[in-house]
T-cell receptor, first 112, second 114 residues
Framework: QKEVEQDPGPLSVPEGAIVSLNCTYS??????FMWYRQYSRKGPELLMY????GNKEDGRFTAQVDKSSKYISLFIRDSQPSDSATYLC????????????FGKGTKLSVKP | DTGVSQNPRHKITKRGQNVTFRCDPI?????LYWYRQTLGQGPEFLTY????????KSRLLSDRFSAERPKGSFSTLEIQRTEQGDSAMYLC????????????FGEGSWLTVV
């Protein structure tokens, strides 16, 4: 079992839809949870960052972490064609631990 | 532009040749990371530096790979005797201690080994 599982999709939605992206993980020691957006042949761009359990909202994006279920989500409201990209979840232990553990990424397409 | 800068952006090399990639982190960041990403996969951690000290290395970092950050600023990643399996995007990222583990990536360096 991989440490972080993410459905690769592809996921196709109409413009204006609410998008739900999810990851599960196996290691309960993870403390920091991130979502990155990656356009084709570009580097990952940090979207959301959450410490421990709870919700965090930033504009059209909401990140949720449920540590009891080892499950994290990213919601995108009023999705736009410009949101079409691959979304990567990532997490780490924090402290002096430097590396992020990534999911495979979910490819999202928002159709006009 | 004050983001993470990587050079070259693309490199095509023949099998067996050596290649070197350079990364310039965000100026106030003391931590620097190297990751590798292949098509359809998320980035995989290779190594990271805090200032000039290399603090962690992944098992993915074989003895053909070497990374340096001699003055705690820019870093280089060298791959010796390249193999076709080394074809990937090599990503550099940076952060600073006390920044809450927010890690920022560069645009990546694409390597194709033919």
């Amino acid at each position: 079992q991989k440490e972080v599982e993410q459905d690769p999709g592809p996921l196709s939605v109409p413009e204006g839809a609410i998008v739900s992206l999810n990851c599960t993980y196996s290691n309960s020691a993870f403390q920091y949870f991130m979502w990155y957006r990656q356009y084709s042949r570009k580097g990952p761009e940090l979207l959301m960052y959450t410490y421990s359990s709870g919700n965090k909202e930033d504009g059209r994006f909401t990140a949720q972490v449920d540590k009891s279920s080892k499950y994290i989500s990213l919601f995108i409201r009023d999705s736009q064609p410009s949101d079409s990209a691959t979304y990567l979840c990532a997490m780490n232990y924090g402290g002096s631990q430097g590396n992020l553990i990534f999911g495979k990424g979910t490819k999202l397409s928002v159709k006009p | 532009d004050t983001g993470v800068s990587q050079n070259p952006r693309h490199k095509i090399t023949k099998r067996g040749q050596n290649v070197t990639f350079r990364c310039d982190p965000i100026s106030e960041h003391n931590r620097l990371y190297w990751y590798r990403q292949t098509l359809g996969q998320g980035p995989e951690f290779l190594t990271y530096f805090q200032n000039e000290a290399q603090l962690e290395k992944s098992r993915l970092l074989s003895d053909r790979f070497s990374a340096e950050r001699p003055k705690g600023s820019f870093s280089t990643l060298e791959i010796q005797r390249t193999e076709q399996g080394d074809s990937a995007m090599y990503l550099c990222a940076s952060s600073f201690t006390g920044g809450g583990n927010t890690i920022y990536f560069g645009e990546g360096s694409w390597l194709t080994v033919v």
